[in-house]
């Protein structure tokens, strides 16, 4: 937007949102299949520690940290959301 003596107002130099579509893939596929853990009695990650709902709370806080950051397009996140898309990478 510009201003009367003619200055550009607003964020400039950040990302657009949703700098990272695959990575929120990532973490919305990783959501369904722990969805789908807690709805058919298997294995979830922290499950037998915590127990299976604070576990789903747990990964719950997890994946939505993850898809903020991946939605706000830092730089400075790439090293953290590498680790995230390799943790949802097929084997």
């Not at 009695?41 to 520690?49: D, F, K, T």
């Not at 299976?52 to 993850?66: D, F, I, N, Q």
């Not at 898809?67 to 990478?89: H, I, P």
Request: hydrophobic share 45%; with cysteine.
């Amino acid at each position: 937007m510009l201003t009367g003596g003619g200055c550009r107002r607003g964020r400039e130099g950040a990302q657009p949102a949703g700098r990272r579509p695959l990575t929120r893939l990532t973490v919305a596929s990783l959501v369904g299949h722990l969805a789908f853990e807690l709805v058919a009695g298997v294995g979830m990650p922290l499950a037998s520690i915590l127990g299976p709902y604070a576990a789903a709370g747990v990964w719950t806080l997890a994946t939505g940290g993850v898809w903020r950051v991946a939605r706000a397009g830092q730089l400075s996140d790439d090293k953290l959301l590498s680790a995230v898309n390799g943790f949802g990478s097929p084997r």
